[in-house]
């Protein structure tokens, strides 16, 4: 059974910093492209980061370039978001997932998020002060 259990999200201030994680189990995690999703509090899905194989390439959400950082830890079946000067606009919850293809997260805004075959439950992440 595959199964994709995410921590690290909380209350935290604008400005902020908190790395979430990923843990993966059931499936050959090196062989997925894996990502973060967040869900907005108007409900919006949207594709924030990703990553391939083996850490390249890399994928992100305009508005989280230069803040967020993915990254994944083959090892170990653990994927990471870290987040950086954190702005309330980043509240939503935050998803892991994992596809066959990069190209079903970086082709999302055309393509839906069909294509990612494998979600996590999410983790709530509120920035407010």
């Known amino acids: 059974q595959v199964e994709l259990v995410e921590s690290g999200g909380g209350l935290v201030q604008p400005g902020d910093s908190v790395t979430l994680s990923c843990a993966v189990s059931?499936?050959?995690?090196?062989?997925?492209?894996v990502g973060w999703v967040r869900q907005t509090p108007r409900k919006e899905r949207k594709v924030v980061a990703a990553?391939?194989?083996?850490?390249?390439?890399?994928y992100y959400l305009y508005s989280v370039e230069g803040r967020f950082t993915i990254s994944r830890d083959d090892a170990k079946d653990m994927m990471y978001l870290e987040m950086n000067s954190l702005k309330p606009e980043d509240t939503g919850i935050y998803y892991c997932?994992?596809?066959?293809?990069?190209?079903?997260?970086?082709?999302?805004?055309?393509?839906?998020?069909?294509?990612?075959?494998?979600w996590g439950k999410g983790t709530l992440v509120t920035v407010s002060s």
């Open positions: 990553v391939g194989w083996s850490g390249s390439p890399t």
């Open positions: 997932a994992a596809a066959s293809s990069f190209g079903s997260f970086v082709n999302s805004d055309l393509d839906g998020l069909r294509n990612i075959n494998y």
């Open positions: 059931g499936l050959k995690f090196a062989d997925y492209a």
